[in-house]
């Protein structure tokens, strides 16, 4: 099962991202 985290805000996505240790940065979004 996945988890999926919607951000407004490109930062705030950067945090979520850098947060739980997921940085693989796609074409306009983390995974």
């Not at 930062?11 to 940065?25: C, D, G, N, V």
Request: without cysteine.
């Amino acid at each position: 099962m996945k988890t999926v985290i919607l951000a407004e805000k490109p930062s705030q996505a950067k945090a979520y991202a850098e947060t739980f240790k997921k940085r693989k940065k796609q074409d306009g979004y983390y995974e």
